[in-house]
């Protein structure tokens, strides 16, 4: 059985091992990093962050020994006036000759801030030996996220975004960077990753602020703008199909294209149902990930806060009905609340 739960300072060393198949801004192959992203993590889920700094941490583990298998995140608000979120319009501008009667179309790049923020999901990765399983565990650590969302929308904004990973070169490079921001910093594209994590003035200081023609770019550099990587695909059809769109912007680092949307328009969360649970032991045929949460979920407790398990049970207009197995998996008891999301 696999359960999907918050993230606690034990699972450093299995989290380590698991961010190596990603090792992304949200999810580094850093244990530094990784050891504060949990304890934020725990933080946040206990109500004791500010909202606006809030980061919540899920993990996948498999019942059996407790290791960690996947991950996934949210980040209540990517982007404070002290800390904006970065990106780069992607625009095109249409000149025309009359003397030659030629339209051409430039693709154009040009840097923008946004200091009131967007929630921001990431992070989700998952051992490579499971992303074929029937399960479909990648599946429930992004599903997960929004069941969480829709269950505490009040601290979420109203745009959701998810940054994609775009094609890097084997040893993790990003074209992008080594044609524009290694010239206007001189950081390697490494350095410039740790960097932007605490601080991101550099980039207001040294980018131009100008328009950048992507049409002076070499051909290779301009193909990956605005690409999703190929082991990022299935993560784009999923956004698709529950309501993201590109949103004609890429991260400035890499070129990955951001998808968004409005929270209350994205499907699953407009899915999500709070109910009890009912009096009786079930077998049932509809297919529900349930999330339960501790008590006093946003005050300070050392409970665990998160619980999640895709289960077969009925679902009736105000209760579910759940096994007496699945109960047990959820710490569930009759007439606790829980949020579910039909699958």
């Known amino acids: 059985m696999f359960v999907i739960r918050d993230a606690r300072a034990a699972d450093l060393d299995a989290l380590q091992d698991v961010a190596r198949h990603l090792d992304s801004v949200n999810l580094p192959d850093d244990r530094e990093r990784l050891a504060a992203l949990i304890a934020a993590s725990e933080e946040s889920f206990a109500g004791r962050r500010e909202v606006p700094e809030r980061r919540f941490l899920f993990v996948l583990t498999d019942t059996t020994d407790n290791r960690v298998l996947g991950a996934s995140m949210i980040f209540a608000q990517h982007g404070t006036r002290r800390a904006p979120h970065v990106y780069f319009d992607v625009l095109g501008e249409e000149r025309y000759s009359q003397t030659l009667d030629r339209l051409v179309t430039h693709r154009v790049l040009r840097i923008g801030y946004n200091y009131k923020g967007v929630t921001e999901i990431g992070g989700l990765v998952l051992r490579p030996e499971l992303r074929r399983h029937p399960a479909h565990l990648g599946k429930l650590l992004s599903y997960v996220r929004f069941v969480y969302i829709a269950a505490h929308r009040a601290i979420f904004r109203d745009e959701v975004l998810s940054e994609l990973m775009p094609p890097l070169e084997p040893d993790g490079t990003s074209r992008l960077w080594e044609a524009l921001g290694r010239k206007f910093t001189g950081l390697s594209y490494q350095e410039a990753d740790r960097l932007s994590h605490e601080n991101k003035e550099f980039i207001r200081a040294l980018f131009p602020e100008e328009p950048i023609y992507a049409t002076l770019l070499p051909p290779e550099v301009q193909a990956v703008i605005g690409e999703v990587g190929p082991e990022t695909k299935g993560v784009e059809k999923m956004l698709r199909r529950i ?92 007439g606790d609340r829980v949020h579910v999301l039909p699958l």
């Open 243 to 334: 309501g993201f769109t590109y949103a004609n912007r890429i991260d400035p680092f890499d070129g990955g294209p951001h998808f968004h949307a409005l929270i209350d328009e994205v499907t699953l969360v407009r899915q999500v149902r709070a109910v009890c649970v009912g009096p009786d032991t079930a077998t049932g045929a509809t297919p529900l990930l349930v999330m339960a949460q501790a008590a006093g979920a946003d005050t300070a407790t050392t409970a665990p806060r998160v619980r999640a398990a895709a289960v077969t049970a009925i679902l009736g207009e105000e209760d579910v009905r759940l096994s007496a197995a699945d109960r047990t998996l959820l710490a569930l008891s009759p």
